[in-house]
């Protein structure tokens, strides 16, 4: 079973910068495909970044070149630094397993983005 804790949200304003964690707990986290998904009031949960046990990256066309998705084996994080950040990308954002079929798994808690001045 994967169990995922994230961390890092807050307030910033328009423009700011932030970075996220996600604490992985599982024997097998070298193995996985993790991405983050985000959740705005009102909005079904979307999928802005992902990677692979190889390390290679994809991202939703709304935060490429903003985003960064990176992961760290030997610690068992997964992160997501975001720059540039603006007012629509406020939401809660989760960190899940991924597989060929989508997300697997149950979703944690999630950490808030508010942008905003």
């Known amino acids: 079973q994967v169990q995922l804790v994230e961390s890092g949200g807050g307030l910033v304003q328009p423009g700011g910068s932030l970075r996220l964690s996600c604490a992985v707990s599982t024997t097998i986290f070298s193995f996985l495909s993790l991405g983050w998904y985000r959740q705005a009031p009102g909005k079904q949960r979307e999928l802005v970044a992902s990677?692979?046990?190889?390390?290679?990256?994809n991202y939703a066309d709304s935060v490429r070149d903003r985003f960064t998705i990176s992961r760290d084996n030997a610690k068992k994080m997964v992160y997501l630094q975001m720059y540039s950040l603006k007012p629509e990308d406020t939401a809660v954002y989760y960190c899940i397993r991924l597989t060929g079929s989508g997300p697997s798994g149950s979703w944690g808690q999630g950490t808030q983005v508010t942008v905003s001045s």
């Open positions: 990677i692979t046990t190889a390390g290679s990256t």
